[in-house]
T-cell receptor, first 113, second 112 residues
Framework: DAGVIQSPRHEVTEMGQEVTLRCKPI?????LFWYRQTMMRGLELLIY????????DSGMPEDRFSAKMPNASFSTLKIQPSEPRDSAVYFC???????????FGDGTRLSIL | EDQVTQSPEALRLQEGESSSLNCSYT??????LFWYRQDPGKGPEFLFT???AGEEKEKERLKATLTKKESFLHITAPKPEDSATYLC?????????????FGTGTRLQVFP
């Protein structure tokens, strides 16, 4: 079975550029999560969707970050404009139901120069 | 504030040397405690969910236990392929979402 698929795996871009990260959740899962992982802060939840509707975006750092889920099989996380402090690994995860384990993709390693 | 603390930060074991990793948590009502394994360059891989104190789960050389304040991940006779970072996360009843609070992990290295 296909797991959570993220693209691109690596992204290097210059400060000020727009960055778009993509995620395809596991088919049949109705919850989707975007996380950011850094050495200093570990894994932090950015935003969570349930049935394509944003439920909790309290972890989104600032207005430069936005996320969408236009349908059950696709989500994007956008950073505009990007800054060097946004450099991190961004993970997408999905789960079947509340209280069920979240399954993670292999992440996008983002470097902002 | 809900919090998860893992110890030790790093652990070096000889192959076959059993040990335990600790996950201490404070949460206003536990819905579930999750253990994940993360290999370099990969996303966290789900291992176990524990829901109530006294519960235990096992998978190969790993056994997870839960009390009202902490969880342990016991590793029996580890092998080099068990080397990874082990993450603990909690889900609390106070959340109106399925939000997980993660600890910063224990980096385990097993030497032959």
């Amino acid at each position: 079975d296909a797991g959570v698929i993220q693209s691109p795996r690596h992204e290097v871009t210059e400060m000020g550029q727009e960055v778009t990260l993509r995620c395809k959740p596991i088919s049949g899962h109705n919850s989707l999560f975007w996380y950011r992982q850094t050495m200093m802060r570990g894994l932090e939840l950015l935003i969570y969707f349930n049935n394509n509707v944003p439920i909790d975006d309290s972890g989104m750092p600032e207005d430069r970050f936005s996320a969408k889920m236009p349908n059950a099989s696709f989500s994007t996380l956008k950073i505009q404009p990007s800054e060097p402090r946004d450099s991190a690994v961004y993970f997408c995860a999905s789960s079947f139901e509340p209280n069920q384990p979240q399954h993670f993709g292999d992440g996008t390693r983002l470097s902002i120069l | 504030e809900d919090q998860v603390t893992q110890s030790p930060e790093a652990l070096r074991l000889q192959e076959g040397e059993s040990s335990s990793l600790n996950c201490s948590y404070t949460v206003s009502g536990l819905r579930g405690l999750f253990w994940y394994r993360q290999d370099p360059g990969k996303g966290p891989e789900f291992l176990f969910t524990l829901y109530s104190a006294g519960e235990e789960k096992e998978k190969e050389r790993l056994k997870a236990t839960l009390t009202k304040k902490e969880s342990f991940l016991h590793i029996t006779a580890p092998k080099p392929e068990d080397s990874a970072t082990y993450l603990c996360a909690v889900q609390g009843v106070s959340y109106n979402t399925d939000k997980l609070i993660f600890g910063t992990g224990t980096r385990l290295q097993v030497f032959p």
